[in-house]
């Protein structure tokens, strides 16, 4: 017990510590969790020797944050809702590989590592976007939805992504896991259609459950579980299942009681999840070639948001939505921070690649929270 009670009595005080400091500079509290990751992992305070035990039950913060999003956003009613996050999607992702293969081409990368700034150029963070986006009140404004549905669709596509990876690898491509992703995207999309035209069935015993509130938490905690284990076998994220769980809870009465109560649970968990990233990054590394991986981190989100203004201005979007929304897309997400530590064990990237692109992975969300404070204002003070 003492192994695990005085790491989280250090983990706790020391976000109390930084959490006042950070909001008198009006910076969300993901970034103190992030800072208290570092201060109390291996290579400062030495608190946690590893971001395992964290990290893992920080993944549950992420599927409660996912979660608590299906059962508060709008399913999208109008075609063009979930067209224009798909084609938007594609063409980042197009011209992030274009971008990605010229700076390899130059700098003479392997193919791996081209394939690696791909994917940190088209996949976001999730857990970092939405909550920025629920702080400012902006969940359910236009620009959004549409990046929400982004983000969605990225989370959907990590097992397309992950069978190249094996294939870079040499590794046997598991076709019954690629086609059962499938099948779950489409069982996702069915879901969504079926919210929409309002045709989605209500659990059983509905009534009982209105007047039990232990067993509303209980099956609320199974249905939220069980959409994230069955969408992590059938190869997509558990937290794409976590949110279509939310979406399933949210639409029956007998559980609208949840959200209030398990606000605390979330709010605990999803800061784990953030610590285990501060965790992750090598303060030593980072101090002797801190520059250089600034550098690269803010050049990696200035391409990210540039390649994103250009594609929403191509969709007819004012270019300062266009300019807000590309910020809050340019940080590279929670599967960068896989894919590298796929692509190291497959050993298909270099020690050395993988510790830089770690850190930048890692720097890109903690420096992301500021630029999209900073466009932010602008956008908005520009409007008035």
């Given at each position: 017990?003492?192994?695990?009670?005085?790491?989280?009595?250090?983990?706790?005080?020391?976000?109390?510590?930084?959490?006042?400091?950070?909001?008198?500079?009006?910076?969300?509290?993901?970034?103190?969790?992030?800072?208290?990751?570092?201060?109390?992992?291996?290579?400062?305070?030495?608190?946690?020797?590893?971001?395992?035990?964290?990290?893992?039950?920080?993944?549950?913060?992420?599927?409660?944050?996912?979660?608590?999003?299906?059962?508060?956003?709008?399913?999208?009613?109008?075609?063009?809702?979930?067209?224009?996050?798909?084609?938007?999607?594609?063409?980042?992702?197009?011209?992030?590989?274009?971008?990605?293969?010229?700076?390899?081409?130059?700098?003479?990368?392997?193919?791996?590592?081209?394939?690696?700034?791909?994917?940190?150029?088209?996949?976001?963070?999730?857990?970092?976007?939405?909550?920025?986006?629920?702080?400012?009140?902006?969940?359910?404004?236009?620009?959004?939805?549409?990046?929400?549905?982004?983000?969605?669709?990225?989370?959907?596509?990590?097992?397309?992504?992950?069978?190249?990876?094996?294939?870079?690898?040499?590794?046997?491509?598991?076709?019954?896991?690629?086609?059962?992703?499938?099948?779950?995207?489409?069982?996702?999309?069915?879901?969504?259609?079926?919210?929409?035209?309002?045709?989605?069935?209500?659990?059983?015993?509905?009534?009982?459950?209105?007047?039990?509130?232990?067993?509303?938490?209980?099956?609320?905690?199974?249905?939220?579980?069980?959409?994230?284990?069955?969408?992590?076998?059938?190869?997509?994220?558990?937290?794409?299942?976590?949110?279509?769980?939310?979406?399933?809870?949210?639409?029956?009465?007998?559980?609208?009681?949840?959200?209030?109560?398990?606000?605390?649970?979330?709010?605990?968990?999803?800061?784990?999840?953030?610590?285990?990233?501060?965790?992750?990054?090598?303060?030593?590394?980072?101090?002797?070639?801190?520059?250089?991986?600034?550098?690269?981190?803010?050049?990696?989100?200035?391409?990210?948001?540039?390649?994103?203004?250009?594609?929403?201005?191509?969709?007819?979007?004012?270019?300062?939505?266009?300019?807000?929304?590309?910020?809050?897309?340019?940080?590279?997400?929670?599967?960068?921070?896989?894919?590298?530590?796929?692509?190291?064990?497959?050993?298909i990237i270099s020690p050395e690649v993988l510790k830089a692109s770690l850190a930048i992975t890692g720097l890109s969300?903690?420096?992301?929270?500021?630029?999209?404070?900073?466009?932010?204002?602008?956008?908005?003070?520009?409007?008035?």
């Amino acid at each position: 017990m003492h192994g695990l009670l005085f790491p989280l009595i250090a983990l706790c005080f020391t976000i109390l510590l930084l959490v006042p400091l950070l909001k008198r500079f009006h910076q969300p509290y993901l970034v103190a969790y992030i800072m208290a990751g570092i201060i109390i992992g291996p290579h400062v305070l030495g608190v946690f020797a590893e971001p395992g035990p964290v990290e893992s039950v920080g993944e549950l913060g992420v599927m409660l944050l996912m979660f608590f999003l299906g059962m508060e956003i709008d399913v999208p009613d109008k075609r063009s809702e979930l067209l224009t996050p798909i084609a938007a999607q594609v063409v980042r992702t197009l011209l992030g590989a274009v971008v990605a293969a010229i700076a390899g081409h130059l700098l003479g990368w392997t193919l791996p590592a081209i394939v690696l700034l791909i994917v940190l150029l088209s996949f976001n963070s999730t857990a970092v976007v939405s909550e920025f986006l629920k702080k400012q009140g902006e969940l359910q404004t236009d620009h959004g939805k549409m990046v929400l549905n982004i983000l969605l669709l990225q989370d959907i596509l990590l097992a397309p992504a992950l069978t190249v990876f094996q294939l870079l690898g040499g590794q046997p491509v598991d076709v019954v896991r690629v086609l059962s992703a499938a099948g779950g995207s489409v069982l996702i999309f069915l879901l969504l259609r079926a919210i929409r035209n309002r045709n989605l069935l209500q659990l059983p015993l509905v009534k009982e459950l209105e007047q039990d509130h232990d067993w509303q938490v209980f099956a609320a905690a199974c249905i939220c579980l069980g959409f994230g284990g069955l969408a992590s076998l059938m190869g997509l994220t558990s937290a794409i299942g976590s949110f279509a769980a939310g979406i399933f809870i949210g639409r029956t009465k007998a559980f609208h009681w949840l959200g209030e109560v398990l606000q605390p649970f979330k709010v605990f968990f999803t800061a784990l999840f953030f610590v285990s990233i501060g965790i992750i990054l090598d303060l030593h590394y980072l101090l002797q070639h801190g520059w250089l991986l600034i550098s690269i981190t803010l050049l990696i989100m200035l391409i990210n948001t540039l390649l994103s203004v250009a594609v929403f201005r191509t969709f007819k979007l004012p270019w300062r939505k266009s300019l807000y929304a590309g910020a809050l897309l340019s940080q590279t997400g929670e599967f960068g921070l896989l894919a590298c530590s796929l692509a190291g064990s497959m050993q298909i990237i270099s020690p050395e690649v993988l510790k830089a692109s770690l850190a930048i992975t890692g720097l890109s969300l903690l420096l992301s929270t500021l630029w999209m404070g900073i466009v932010r204002r602008y956008t908005h003070q520009t409007a008035r």
